[in-house]
């Protein structure tokens, strides 16, 4: 990589599946995207905002959702500890604390959980040009000291690596929905700036978090 990129929120959330398809219908109804064939999947839409692209695994990828990173360098992937995945894209942060406030169906924060706290800060801290601040359950990662994710010790039932949220309009409402579109509860979570949310998880394994809407963080 020819240069740290300055990474200020994210382009998109995407989901590799090896079931497009039936991926864009069922998120479609549990968060209100429209999605839109491209070809190799389907860019998910919530109005003019892109939340996620939905497409196959290629050769050596692996499944599950990714947070795609706005940066100002040549796309790329990284790997940190614990083999968390971010993927790097060039261009204009859609959602996070620099852009509108995040509407249903939009992501509306990161977690990433470790089992190397200094590792992992020194890694996605000095590779992005975040600023660590410690909190009582970790950290927060800052940019231009405002909050854009954070980072735990504790493993959830996702597993460590990055976690996305979403944000609904109504958490009960969308918890009844999730038998109907075929996704299962994981676990229920008392997020320190988020409030409760809802830990879930689809028939390949993919993993998320949903959370009223509100503010970035």
Known sequence: MPARPVVRGLRRVDLISPDPVAAAVRYRALLGWTPEPTGRGFDCWVGDRRCSEI???RAGERPGWHPVLAGNSPSC?????DDALAVIARGRAQH???APPPRPGEPRWIDLATSAPERAD???????????????GGAEYL??????ASRTARESAAGWGWLCFFA???????????SEVGVEL????????LGEALLITDPNGATLALAAAGSWG
């Open 168 to 178: 609904v309009e109504d958490l009960s409402r969308a918890e009844k929905l999730l």
């Open 96 to 98: 996070g604390p620099w």
């Open 55 to 57: 497409r196959k695994p």
């Open 77 to 81: 992937t990284l790997t940190g500890p």
């Open 186 to 193: 994981l676990e229920r979570l008392d997020h320190p700036l």
């Open 122 to 136: 020194a890694f996605w801290a000095g590779t992005l040009h975040w600023v660590v601040r410690p909190t009582a």
């Open 143 to 148: 940019v231009d000291d405002r909050p854009l």
